[in-house]
Structure formats: C-alpha cells, structure tokens
C-alpha cells in the first residue's frame, strides 16, 4: 500500500503562490545582504543601504506578537532600503528589543548605513527561524510603506525572527517588483 505524501510545509505552501522569479528571494535562508551584493556586482553596479528611519518606537501589533513584546514597548526601529546604482530592490524593517541591544547587540544601534546581515551573518551566536513569506494584506500599514519607498504599488514580504546570543530580533523584507533573477541556487529555510 503506498504511503500518503507528506504534508507541504506551509511555508512552501505560500512560496507556491508566489510569482516566480520572486520565490528564492522570499525562500532563501541565506544571507539576503550577500546575495544582493552578488546581483549587483554581476550588473556592475554598486549595492548600497538607504537608511529611512532608525529610532526607539512602538513595533506595529504583528511585530509584538513575533517578538513577544507587551504593547508599550519601545523598540529601536530601522528602515532602509537595499538597492544597486539608486535603485531601490528591498525595504527592509527591524525591530530590535531594548534587551537586545546589549552584550553583541550593541552594535545594531550604531549600523548606520552598514547593513545589518553583513552583522548577523558574522555572529557565531546566530539563530534564525524563518523567513516565511508573507500573505499579501497581513501586514497593511507596512506593505504601504514598502511600497512607497520602493516607487512601486505591489510588493511581497517576508519576516524572519533572529536570535544573537540569545536576544531577539525581527526582520521584514519587502522586495520589488523590479528585482533581478536570484543569484544562484537558493536554500529552503529548515
């Protein structure tokens, strides 16, 4: 008697609705930063991070729930966009816990226009649970501001939670419309 399949993941599940060359972006498992730098030294270019926003503030009510946070939580907040030659290809949003921000993460406070994967990806202390793509409309207030700051009126997302030596932090990406075919093969999150 054959087995029944197994069930599909249901990160998977979502990746399959995703438009094609957009799903090893919003996959990958890998260092998003690294792989941009690859697309846009293969075009010539020069990959840069746009810092938008960077302060303590109150995280959007889906991003307490990932982190766990209670609801008048402060947390530092960055925005950036990731692009090659002033294109933006990626809006991306963290949030990092006040308890977080000490021992390594001290550093994440003072990034500036450094990105934040070239830090995370470094730590030898790293965990990361995700990414899992986002459903288009789960998080509305934040699909707008990726959208505005990518020029463009569709975007899709996904969100990753890490931990550095134990600490917390959430990471959003938004990724155009625009962005060009995925450098390589491509890793499925675990």
Do not use: K, Y
């Amino acid at each position: 008697m054959p087995r029944p399949a197994a069930p599909t993941p249901p990160v998977l599940r979502i990746a399959a609705d995703l438009p094609g060359r957009l799903r090893p972006w919003l996959v990958d498992a890998g260092s998003l930063t690294a792989h941009l730098q690859r697309a846009c030294r293969a075009r010539g270019g020069r990959f840069r991070v746009t810092v938008l926003d960077n302060r303590r503030a109150r995280p959007l009510p889906g991003e307490r729930r990932a982190l766990g946070l209670r609801p008048r939580t402060e947390a530092l907040v960055r925005e950036v966009c990731l692009g090659c030659d002033g294109s933006p290809w990626v809006f991306a949003r963290s949030i990092v816990p006040p308890a977080s921000l000490r021992g390594p993460g001290r550093q994440l406070a003072m990034l500036g226009d450094r990105p934040l994967g070239a830090f995370l990806f470094a730590s030898r202390r790293l965990e990361r649970c995700g990414p899992r793509p986002l459903r288009p409309g789960a998080e509305p207030l934040l699909e707008a501001r990726a959208a505005e700051a990518l020029g463009t009126a569709a975007v899709f997302g996904r969100r990753s939670l890490f931990r550095v030596a134990g600490h917390p932090l959430l990471v959003q990406e938004f990724f155009s419309p625009a962005m060009p075919p995925f450098p390589g093969p491509w890793r499925r999150p675990a």
